[in-house]
């Protein structure tokens, strides 16, 4: 499936490949979500199966399904292509907090082996952001002495924190976020089973991040959303609506769409400061600082979900006109 949304960006990868201009190391630099990591594993792909053959002539990135370097990749076995990633802790699902030097330094065995099936190969880090200082020193050895062939995919969410010394030996390419129209399409592709008003909340929530927006696919985000939208706008005198959303994401049994409200709940807050000035604004302001402190902190600290949930919500019905308002 084509890759949408970064038509520069492949276009620019492309004309290098093609005119023997490829550089070594590529920077891929913007926000989480927007699709870095799947332009890498398309681009290596691609690059891979083209070099090894039958060339492939297909537009952007595709590559033919049937084509025998497409299947060793989809299947996690082409030997001439390395992802690094944080891994999974032992006996838990929890990711390590970084890519360690072990990792990095298993890439050494590239400069004293040879490809397997063309003269190229590929190293995917996804995402720089994650390595430990000793195995970014590590991985500058490599970008100042890459193995012959090698195409390296640097993944960052924040390239103003890398050293120096590795930013200046790759070549930047940085990616935006998607417009409403390509995330619509983007999600539409990935979850045709789902209605058309839970694709717009996606769309929304994603904020141009597909994969941020995948993350709360399955939870009903466009009621959530209707609900958070009810408080803002009418607020709760009763304490009916507040009462029955802690009702609704109080148990463990709806841990992710409990999760997805300790999101949505400042965010929402964020966009109703930036339609504020003055008095009203400093209050919004104010809101939104502690319902990020809440969303932050209440999973880390066990915080009851009903009582997390209802404060939360008080602090969105705050915000309605005077006519509507909360009881505290």
């Known amino acids: 499936m084509a890759l949408i949304g970064h038509d520069g960006q492949i276009a620019t990868f492309r004309d290098a490949a093609q005119s023997d201009r490829l550089h070594h190391a590529w920077l891929l630099a913007g926000p989480e979500g927007v699709g870095k990591a799947s332009f890498a594993m398309r681009a290596a792909t691609w690059l891979l199966a083209d070099a090894a053959g039958p060339r492939v002539y297909l537009p952007g990135f595709d590559v033919p399904e049937t084509h025998p370097i497409a299947n060793f990749v989809a299947q996690g076995s082409h030997p001439d292509l390395r992802v690094l990633t944080r891994l999974v802790r032992d006996k838990s699902d929890d990711l390590a907090r970084s890519i360690s030097i072990d990792q990095v330094r298993g890439l050494q065995s590239l400069s004293s082996t040879t490809p397997s099936f063309s003269h190229r190969r590929v190293v995917i880090i996804d995402a720089i952001d994650d390595l430990e200082r000793p195995a970014a020193n590590a ?190």
């Open 139 to 328: 991985l500058l050895k490599n970008l100042e002495e890459p193995p012959s062939g090698t195409t390296f995919f640097l993944i960052s969410h924040a390239a103003g924190r890398l050293l120096p010394t590795i930013r200046s030996r790759c070549r930047l390419l940085r990616f935006g976020r998607l417009s409403t129209s390509a995330m619509t399409t983007v999600l539409q592709r990935e979850l045709p089973d789902e209605p058309l008003d839970e694709i717009a909340a996606l769309a929304r929530v994603g904020e141009g991040a597909p994969g941020r927006a995948l993350r709360f696919a399955g939870l009903d985000i466009a009621a959530l959303d209707q609900a958070i939208d009810r408080l803002v706008g009418e607020g709760d005198p009763t304490n009916k609506l507040r009462s029955a959303l802690a009702k609704q994401l109080g148990t463990k049994a709806v841990q992710a769409r409990y999760e997805a409200f300790l999101e949505r709940a400042p965010a929402r807050i964020a966009a109703e400061a930036r339609s504020r000035s003055g008095a009203p604004l400093q209050k919004a302001i104010d809101l939104w600082e502690e319902a990020r402190r809440i969303g932050e902190s209440a999973v880390h600290l066990s915080m009851d979900q009903q009582t997390t949930v209802f404060e939360l919500a008080t602090m969105l019905a705050r915000l309605a006109p005077a006519t509507g308002g909360a009881k505290a």
